[in-house]
């Protein structure tokens, strides 16, 4: 399987809400940054992150473009959020795969916080 396919299979894997088979793609040692907040470190970390979305009726990532070279993925998107308590997000992310072995070894998403804190309070 090619990089650029196994960030699409990571990206369905959202799509479907099966967050058990996200945490699949993760290396043991992952390392996982969405740039404005504190990284994570581990696949253990990381996981605790992604379950925590668990209260999600909904996760539709738009994949607005994907590039691949190398060991690297890139991808631009549009990832949305819909809660079960009615708050949703509809977040713009450029994101950076690094891939290892088949499995994501280094994954940073860049967006703007401020929209994210809006959208994630119900503010906006």
Not at 31 to 38: K, V
Not at 40 to 66: P, Q, T
Not at 80 to 87: A, E, H, L, Q, V
């Amino acid at each position: 399987v090619s990089n650029k396919t196994l960030v699409k299979n990571f990206i369905d894997a959202w799509n479907n809400m099966d967050l058990e088979s996200v945490t699949d793609f993760f290396s043991e040692d992952v390392f996982y940054h969405n740039i404005p907040m504190e990284p994570l470190n581990g696949k253990e970390e990381a996981s605790a992150f992604v379950k925590g979305l668990s209260d999600c009726e909904s996760i539709n990532w738009e994949l607005i473009a994907i590039a691949e070279e190398g060991n690297m993925v890139l991808t631009e998107r549009i990832d949305n959020f819909n809660f079960k308590d009615g708050r949703k997000i509809s977040l713009p992310v450029m994101g950076t795969f690094e891939i290892e072995d088949n499995k994501i070894k280094q994954w940073r998403d860049y967006f703007d916080l401020e929209t994210f804190q809006k959208q994630i309070s119900g503010k906006s």
